[in-house]
C-alpha cells in the first residue's frame, strides 16, 4: 500500500492511497488545486474520494471532485451538506476498482464515518479520525492511519494554566481521539501483522509528535509516522 499524506491537521486533511491498480483520496479538506499538486498532477486516475464528515478541514473540495468527475463517498449528512455525493450506510461492503471498503460510524460531534480498506493482494488498511474512540476490534490490519490529538494530561495541563477554555476541552474529549485511547485500541486489536501506523491530526498545543511516536513504537513494533 503506497500512502501518501498530502495535509493532515486542523487547517485540512488529504491523504493519496493506492495498491497499484486502484487510487483513492481519503478526504478532501484543502484546496482543489493544493490535491492536484499533491496528486503529482495526476488526478484523472483518482477511482474515488472516501470522506469522514460534513467539516470544511474534511469536506472543503467535495464539490470541485464531484465537477471533476470524481465520485465522493461518505454518510448522509455529507450528502446533505454537497449535493451529488453518494452515500454509503455504515457496516455495508462496497467495492472500488481492486479495493473493498467498509464504513462504520464513529462518535464525532457530527455524522461521522471511518472506513477500513482491503485491496485484492490481502493488505489491509484502518483509517480512524475525528472520533473519540472506536468501538469495534479489527483483524488482519496491514496498516493504520489513525488520529491522535492530544494527551489528556497535557491538555488539562493546558486548560489550568488558562491556555484552553473549558468548553473547548470538553468539546475536544468527546469529538476527538488521545493518545492514551489509541494506545488501548491499539491493545485491543490484532498488531501482528501491522506494517505501518501514521499518526493524524496532532494538535500543535496538546500533542507531543515525538513522544506519541515513542509510544506507539514501543507497544506495536510497527514502523510509526507522525503528522
Not at 29 to 56: D, P
Not at 162 to 191: C, F, Q, W
Request: overall charge neutral; glycine content about 8%; aromatic content about 8%.
Amino acid at each position: 500500500m503506497d500512502i501518501k499524506v498530502i495535509a493532515s491537521g486542523s487547517k485540512g486533511n488529504c491523504y493519496r492511497i493506492s495498491d497499484g491498480s486502484t487510487t483513492l483520496l481519503l478526504e478532501c479538506g484543502i484546496r482543489f488545486e493544493s490535491i492536484q499538486a499533491g496528486c503529482g498532477y495526476k488526478t484523472s486516475n483518482i477511482s474515488g474520494c472516501l470522506v469522514t464528515h460534513r467539516h470544511g478541514d474534511h469536506a472543503k473540495s467535495v464539490k470541485k471532485l464531484i465537477q471533476r468527475g470524481i465520485p465522493v463517498y461518505g454518510p448522509k449528512d455529507l450528502e446533505e451538506a454537497y449535493a451529488g455525493v453518494t452515500v454509503w450506510e455504515p457496516l455495508q461492503y462496497h467495492r472500488i476498482g481492486s479495493m473493498t471498503v467498509l464504513p462504520f460510524a464513529v462518535k464525532h460531534d457530527v455524522e461521522c464515518h471511518s472506513y477500513q480498506i482491503e485491496t485484492d493482494d490481502g493488505e489491509k488498511l484502518l483509517y480512524v479520525t475525528d472520533t473519540a474512540y472506536v468501538h469495534y476490534t479489527f483483524a488482519g490490519l496491514t496498516h493504520i492511519m489513525i488520529e491522535a490529538n492530544y494527551s489528556k494530561t497535557q491538555m488539562i495541563d493546558n486548560m489550568g494554566k488558562g491556555r484552553l477554555p473549558e468548553y473547548l476541552v470538553k468539546r475536544i474529549m468527546k469529538s476527538h481521539m488521545s493518545i492514551e485511547t489509541l494506545l488501548e485500541m491499539l491493545r485491543a486489536n490484532d498488531m501482528k501483522s501491522v506494517k505501518q501506523i501514521y499518526l493524524l491530526h496532532l494538535s500543535n498545543m496538546n500533542s507531543n509528535a515525538a513522544q506519541f511516536k515513542e509510544l506507539v513504537q514501543r507497544q506495536t513494533g510497527a514502523e510509526v509516522y507522525v503528522f
